[in-house]
Each structure stands twice: as structure tokens, then as C-alpha cells.
């Protein structure tokens, strides 16, 4: 069983960094292509980051590219997500997934998904 576990959500204030941390359980997700996302309240979940089980394949959505950087350590089964200049758009629940198939992932089809962590930025 795969388990993913996020951590790291607080509040900031705006211009703020913050780094969250995805820890997983299970013998295989060192393979696994993983993720991050994020949801605010009456919206869908949107894409934020994702990198392949190799470190590389590592794509971003538009809206952070440039201020949050993805990254993982498979020998200590985490992935993270470095996020700079925060602002009060970045607000919003933070998903961790992962999936065989970064494909697959990236369109938010995802085997495997955490709890999630709450980010709030103040302006």
C-alpha cells in the first residue's frame, strides 16, 4: 500500500518562502513519477509541478514557473516543493501524487494522492 504524507503548509505572508515535503510509503514509488497540486474552495484541483522518478522530466504550470522549484530524494522517499515569492493567490490546499505514468499525473489521474497541506498567504 502507498501512502503519500504532506507536510510543511502554514501561514506566510506574501513574498514569503516555504517549502513542503511529500513522504511516501511503499516499495516502489522511487520509480513513480511524482507531483504536486493544489485546490482552493469551489475550484478544481490545478497542476503545480512534476518530476519524473529520475529527478528529470520536470515540468511547471505557468503561474509558478519561475518561483517554485519540484525536486525528490529517493533515498529518503521525498519529494518537495521549494516555493518563493509566495503570494496570496498561492493560497490553497497542496496535494502530493504519483503515478507509474507522468502523463498520467500530470493530467491529474494520479494512482496515488496524500492528504494534502493548507498554504495561506496574507497580503
Known amino acids: 500500500q502507498v501512502q503519500l504524507v504532506e507536510s510543511g503548509g502554514r501561514l506566510v505572508q506574501a513574498g514569503d518562502s516555504l517549502r513542503l515535503s511529500c513522504t511516501t510509503s511503499g516499495w516502489i514509488v522511487s520509480a513513480y513519477a511524482m507531483a504536486w497540486f493544489r485546490q482552493t474552495p469551489g475550484k478544481d484541483r490545478e497542476f503545480v509541478a512534476v518530476i519524473g522518478w529520475d529527478g528529470g522530466s520536470i515540468n511547471y504550470a505557468d503561474s509558478v514557473k519561475g518561483r517554485f522549484t519540484i525536486s525528490r530524494d529517493n533515498a529518503r522517499n521525498t519529494a518537495y516543493l521549494d516555493m518563493n515569492s509566495l503570494k496570496p493567490e498561492d493560497t490553497a490546499v497542496y496535494y502530493c501524487?504519483?503515478?507509474?505514468?507522468?502523463?498520467?499525473?500530470?493530467?491529474?489521474?494520479?494512482?496515488?494522492w496524500g492528504q494534502g497541506t493548507q498554504v495561506t498567504v496574507s497580503s
Open positions: 501524487a504519483a503515478d507509474p505514468a507522468q502523463n498520467r499525473i500530470v493530467n491529474g489521474r494520479a494512482a496515488y
